[in-house]
């Protein structure tokens, strides 16, 4: 970026600066007539100067231009204007006093919105270019930037700088030009008063500049304390297991206390300089009128300054502090903007950025990465400055398989970052037959090679979307959109330095893999993640996901047909027992009882758990059925058990599970429910009555078993069903998706559309039957692949933490295989499995890798007998070995159709 933030805007936006900075001149002649306009109303129509000869009219909207003498004198007559009586003057005068000041207004309008305009693109190309630096930055650049000070920079920090773009030009212009016209205006009436305001406004631009240079450096450091709050605050958020384990709560309460008092400290001295300089800024504000009614006011009493042109002055004076107070405020808001975007510059280093990224590399330089790989004279410095490898070499025909043997050392991992290009830190010279390593285009290297490190990077979606993540590298294609959007939506991207490219295009290279669309790609990643060892968990997170019935038509088809089958498959197997299936004219004792009245699945958050007892339609709906104090006292009952179950038991006890109406911290509101009705008190409150209602909403029967359903109520709930359902559709809620026997349920998970039905809580292992159960029935229908790809959409949280390790390193060695590099590194990326798993996955990725390069960072060289190549690292040397083997190895066996009947459904 620009070291200079005027040279940054001036360069990008010197086009829009210019047309906003004309307009402004061009408003000023319409400011100038209407500063003169209250002087010709005074003078001429209020006191009669244009009637002073015994004219009975006086001529209105008269233009003309006196030349100067040494252009040869005269008039110059544009228009002789209106005859009109002293009131009409009046009247004609005020009026068109009143158009100047909406022209004016309109001016301001324009050029404000404008200039917010103007600021908000500069602040997207900032943001975009700050980002696109931050795709930049080198390996090791990234370990010493704390990622949290980065978000927040781009996020809040350039968020003032991107303010003043759209002043930093328009502003001095607007503002200054006003303020010069203003001052123009009070010396033509009177030479004295319009000395005395510019001495005071010297002193203004001399004294208060001045005293603000201390809330720069104040504004300086404030931003670098709080700049570096956030960053504490992430290490302790992405740390937090070790605060639990250390039972250092005090600690980091106390540090994070103590940033807070440093930061408070610096912002009060802020605060005492700022109001001191503002309340210093006003006063000399109002002191230039104290001059102009004392000595204007002598003037006009001896007579050498009229009345009107004194309320002209004293009017235009009134026109003059705001720009002089904002002009002030803007030279404020430069020094500090400047600060902050030499703090944005320093952040954003040359030496932390690699090469620009280019967006199209020449196709001569999109070859195999195939041919001899030779090191020469390779120095690798550790993080002491000790060299941990000193003028290695090798060489090896790739493609082949390699094996990194550490022996405990650092020289394996740190070879396999740089040829995988996740480092730069090293001398000497890497090439592939002729091209040097180091000199490869950065979207040669994304396509070509692939690095599995130790410690996985997910990113915030599904399990598909990090699966593909390396098969998105450019657009390839062009998918229906809005002309006018699209238009519009380029347009914009061009004037700011932005992609014209939409995340709705296609980005997913089908024709790399060989596949025709989405649906043999999700085939391709089904088979990988199965050959990883992850099958029966993505099947198990399809049973847990939802079905788009738009986008999974065939399965949503056959899912009826499905339960249907499964629900013989109980009957004739005697397992009928084990599932007690939804039944619109039956009350289902395992579900609750507020799934029970709905009869379907909450889609908004107020028909969800506690809230459906506060919802107004529901509560309207079991009002009609006579059954809220039916609930209500219910809820008494239950509050009254579960109180004296849990009299002294902790916070973590078992049964607060088992009972989870009521949580450990809830308790003593119940009981003082219970005290209050205790002693008579009377009706209870509304409160306390939707706190009651919500504990029977939770209540199951076949679970709880505390004897509180019998035959009459289980039969009013039934006939509620209805009334409810009613009065939902009567009002147009579209907060819940009702059950039907003859369709899916698209906001229940697939489990539940499949057995339509909740597992018994009184059959000994009944979910374990179920679950084979179901998953025979999905075999035979040959459904598992369509449940499997519903699995791929399953979310995995931030950083993949809704994912166990094993599965975390599944999706990133998956995320690897799928793009069918020319090199794969591999860099612990089987730690989180056992040896066993891990020998397995060894002898998978060298099947897979047999006409492709497979570099392994290995502890020992126990495995690495199947590898082609090992590299050992002794005394700063490498040394390479070729396996004694040198037959073909052996085909991999096909697997046996997988058994998918672990897991749990319910």
Same mark, same amino acid.
């Given at each position: 970026m620009e070291?200079?933030?005027?040279?940054?805007?001036?360069?990008?936006?010197?086009?829009?600066q210019?047309?906003?900075?004309?307009?402004v001149?061009?408003?000023?002649?319409?400011?100038?007539?209407?500063?003169d306009?209250p002087r010709?109303?005074v003078?001429?129509?209020i006191?009669?100067?244009a009637?002073r000869?015994?004219?009975?009219?006086?001529?209105?909207l008269?233009l003309?231009f006196?030349?100067?003498?040494w252009?040869?004198?005269g008039t110059?007559?544009?228009?002789e204007?209106?005859q009109?009586?002293?009131?009409g003057?009046?009247m004609g005068?005020?009026?068109?006093?009143?158009f100047?000041?909406i022209?004016n207004?309109?001016?301001k309008y324009w050029?404000?919105?404008?200039?917010g305009?103007l600021?908000?693109r500069?602040?997207?190309?900032?943001r975009f270019?700050?980002?696109?630096?931050?795709l930049?930055?080198t390996p090791?650049?990234v370990?010493t930037?704390?990622?949290?000070?980065?978000?927040?920079?781009?996020?809040?920090?350039?968020?003032?700088?991107?303010g003043f773009?759209g002043?930093a030009?328009i502003?001095?212009v607007?503002?200054?030009t006003?303020?010069?016209?203003?001052?123009?205006f009070?010396?033509v009436q009177n030479?004295?008063?319009?000395m005395?305001?510019?001495?005071?406004?010297a002193?203004q631009?001399?004294?208060?500049?001045r005293?603000?240079?201390e809330?720069?450096?104040?504004?300086?450091?404030?931003?670098?304390?709080?700049?570096?709050?956030?960053?504490r605050?992430a290490?302790v958020?992405?740390?937090?297991?070790?605060?639990?384990?250390?039972?250092a709560y005090?600690?980091e309460?106390?540090?994070i206390?103590?940033?807070?008092?440093?930061?408070f400290t610096?912002?009060l001295?802020i605060y005492?300089?700022?109001?001191?300089?503002?309340t210093?800024?006003n006063?000399?504000?109002?002191?230039?009128p104290?001059?102009?009614y004392?000595?204007?006011?002598?003037?006009?009493?001896?007579?050498?300054l009229d009345?009107g042109?004194?309320?002209?002055?004293?009017?235009?004076?009134?026109?003059?502090?705001?720009?002089?107070?904002?002009?002030?405020?803007w030279d404020?808001?430069?020094l500090?903007?400047?600060?902050?975007?030499?703090?944005?510059t320093?952040?954003f280093?040359?030496?932390?950025l690699?090469?620009l990224l280019?967006t199209r590399?020449?196709?001569?330089a999109?070859k195999p990465?195939v041919?001899?790989?030779?090191?020469e004279?390779?120095?690798?410095?550790g993080?002491h400055?000790d060299?941990i490898?000193e003028?290695?070499?090798f060489?090896?025909e790739?493609?082949?398989?390699?094996?990194?043997?550490?022996n405990g050392g650092a020289?394996?991992?740190?070879?396999?970052r740089?040829l995988?290009?996740?480092?730069l830190?090293?001398?000497g010279?890497?090439?592939i037959?002729?091209r040097?390593?180091?000199?490869l285009?950065?979207?040669?290297?994304?396509r070509?090679?692939?690095?599995a490190g130790v410690?996985?990077i997910l990113f915030?979606?599904?399990?598909r979307?990090?699966?593909?993540?390396?098969?998105?590298?450019?657009?390839?294609?062009?998918?229906?959109e809005?002309?006018?959007?699209?238009?519009?939506?380029?347009?914009?991207?061009?004037r700011?330095?932005?992609p014209?490219?939409?995340?709705?295009?296609?980005?997913? &290279?089908?024709e @790399?893999?060989?596949v025709?669309?989405?649906n043999e /790609?999700? =085939?391709i990643?089904? #088979?990988?993640? !199965?050959r990883?060892?992850?099958?029966d968990?993505i099947?198990l997170?399809?049973?847990?996901g939802r079905?788009?019935?738009?986008?999974h038509?065939?399965?949503?088809?056959r899912?009826v047909e499905?339960r249907h089958?499964?629900?013989?498959?109980f009957?004739?197997?005697?397992m009928a027992?084990?599932?007690?299936?939804?039944?619109?004219?039956r009350?289902?004792?395992?579900?609750?009882?507020?799934e029970n009245l709905?009869?379907g699945?909450p889609?908004s &958050?107020?028909? @969800?758990?506690?809230n459906?007892?506060d919802?107004? /339609?529901? =509560?309207?709906?079991? #009002?009609r059925? !006579?059954m809220?104090?039916?609930?209500?006292?219910?809820?008494l009952?239950i509050a009254e058990?579960?109180?004296e179950i849990?009299?002294?038991l902790?916070?973590g006890h078992s049964?607060?599970?088992q009972?989870s109406f009521?949580?450990?911290?809830?308790?003593?509101?119940f009981e003082?429910?219970l005290r209050?009705?205790g002693?008579g008190?009377?009706?209870?409150k509304?409160?306390d009555?939707?706190?009651?209602?919500?504990?029977?909403?939770a209540?199951?029967?076949?679970?709880?078993?505390?004897?509180?359903l019998?035959?009459?109520?289980t039969?009013?709930?039934v006939?509620?069903r209805?009334l409810?359902?009613?009065?939902?559709?009567?009002?147009?809620?579209?907060g819940?998706?009702?059950y039907?026997?003859?369709?899916?349920?698209?906001?229940?998970?697939?489990?539940?559309?499949?057995l339509?039905g909740r597992?018994?809580?009184?059959?000994a292992?009944a979910?374990?039957?179920?679950?084979?159960?179901?998953?025979?029935?999905?075999?035979?229908?040959?459904?598992?692949?369509?449940?499997e790809?519903?699995?791929l959409?399953?979310?995995?949280g931030?950083?993949?933490?809704?994912?166990?390790?094993?599965?975390r390193?599944?999706v990133?060695?998956v995320?690897?295989l799928v793009?069918?590099?020319?090199?794969?590194?591999?860099?612990?990326?089987?730690a989180?499995?056992d040896?066993?798993?891990?020998?397995?996955?060894?002898?998978l990725l060298?099947?897979?890798?047999?006409?492709?390069?497979l570099?392994?960072?290995?502890?020992?060289?126990?495995?690495?007998?199947?590898?082609?190549?090992?590299m050992?690292?002794?005394d700063?040397?490498i040394?390479?070995?070729?396996t004694?083997?040198s037959a073909?190895?052996?085909?991999?066996p096909e697997?046996?159709?997988?058994?998918?009947?672990?897991?749990e459904v319910?």
């Open positions: 070291k200079s933030l005027f040279r940054y805007i001036w360069t990008h936006s010197k086009r829009d210019m047309i906003i900075c004309a307009v001149l061009a408003s000023l002649p319409f400011y100038f007539m209407s500063l306009l010709q109303i003078n001429k129509a006191q009669g100067e009637f000869d015994g004219n009975p009219t006086a001529p209105l008269h003309a006196d030349w100067p003498s252009l040869g004198g110059w007559e544009i228009f204007g209106f009109v009586s002293r009131v003057l009046l005068l005020s009026f068109v006093f009143l100047f000041v022209v207004g309109a001016f050029i404000n919105v404008s200039k305009v600021g908000e500069m602040l997207r190309r900032m270019d700050l980002f696109a630096m931050v930049r930055f090791d650049a370990r930037v704390k990622s949290s000070e980065t978000a927040t920079i781009i996020k809040d920090e350039v968020e003032p700088i991107g773009i002043d030009f502003t001095p607007f503002l200054g006003q303020a010069i016209t203003a001052l123009v009070i010396m030479v004295w008063l319009g005395i305001a510019l001495a005071v406004i002193v631009f001399t004294i208060i500049p005293l603000r240079r809330l720069l450096r104040l504004g300086k450091q404030r931003q670098l304390a709080s700049r570096q709050l956030a960053g605050i290490e958020l992405d740390g937090i297991e070790v605060v639990h384990v250390h039972n005090g600690w309460r106390a540090e206390g103590h940033r807070l008092f440093n930061l610096i912002r001295k005492n300089r700022k109001f001191f300089v503002k210093l800024n006063f000399l504000a109002q002191l230039t104290f001059f102009f004392s000595i204007g006011g002598y003037f006009a009493l001896r007579g050498t009345i042109q004194l309320v002209a002055v004293i009017a235009a004076y009134r026109e003059l502090p705001p720009p002089l107070k904002e002009l002030i405020d404020q808001q430069r500090d903007v400047q600060v902050k975007y030499d703090q944005v320093q952040h280093a040359e030496d932390r690699g090469p280019e590399e020449p196709e001569e999109d990465l041919g001899p790989l030779v090191g004279d390779i120095r690798v410095a993080p400055g060299l490898i003028g290695g070499r060489a090896v790739l493609p082949t398989s390699i094996a990194l043997i550490s020289a394996a991992s740190l070879l396999a740089i995988a290009r996740r480092s830190e090293f001398s010279r890497i090439r037959g002729e040097d390593l180091t000199q285009p950065i979207p040669v290297t994304g070509r090679i692939a690095y410690d996985p915030p979606g599904s399990i979307d990090n699966l593909v993540y390396g098969l998105r590298s450019k657009p390839l294609g062009r998918l229906k809005d002309r006018q959007e699209m238009d519009r939506r380029i347009a914009e991207a061009l700011t330095g932005n014209i490219e939409s995340i709705s295009d296609q980005w997913v &290279d089908y @790399r893999l060989g025709r669309d989405e /790609l999700d =085939r990643l089904l #088979d990988l993640l !199965d990883v060892g992850m099958g968990t099947y997170f399809g049973l847990a079905i788009d019935p738009e986008r038509t065939s399965l949503a088809e899912l499905a089958r499964l629900r013989d498959t009957q004739s197997n005697g027992d084990l599932v007690e299936p939804f039944d619109p004219a009350y289902n004792s395992q579900a609750t009882i507020a709905l009869f699945v889609i &958050d107020e028909f @969800r758990g506690r459906l007892a919802n107004a /339609l529901f =509560r309207s709906a079991i #009002d059925a !006579d809220t104090d039916d609930l209500v006292q219910m809820g009952q058990t579960m109180t849990f009299e002294g902790p916070p049964l607060f599970e009972f009521i949580g450990a911290d809830e308790l003593t509101e003082a429910i209050r009705r002693r008190e009377g009706t209870l509304r409160e009555r939707t706190r009651l209602l919500s504990l029977p909403l209540y199951i029967e076949a679970r709880h078993r505390l004897g509180l019998d035959e009459a109520m039969g009013r709930i006939e509620a209805g409810i359902r009613e009065v939902l559709e009567k009002a147009g809620s579209a819940v998706e009702f039907d026997p003859e369709w899916i349920c698209a906001a229940a998970p697939l489990r539940d559309n499949l339509f597992v018994s809580y009184q059959v292992n979910r374990a039957r179920v679950a084979e159960a179901v998953a025979a029935v999905v075999r035979e229908l040959d459904l598992q692949e369509e449940v790809r519903i699995g959409d399953y979310q995995v931030t950083a993949g933490r809704l994912l166990s390790p094993q599965e390193a599944s990133n060695l995320r690897c793009k069918r590099p020319d090199i794969l590194v591999i860099d612990g990326a089987l989180p499995f040896e066993a798993r891990s020998q397995q996955l060894i002898q060298l099947d897979l890798f047999d006409q492709q390069s570099f392994m960072v290995l502890p020992n060289d126990r495995q690495a007998d199947a590898f082609d190549v090992q050992r690292f002794r700063g040397q040394i390479t070995n070729e004694a083997a073909p190895r052996p085909s991999r697997p046996k159709a997988p058994q998918r009947i672990a897991g319910a």
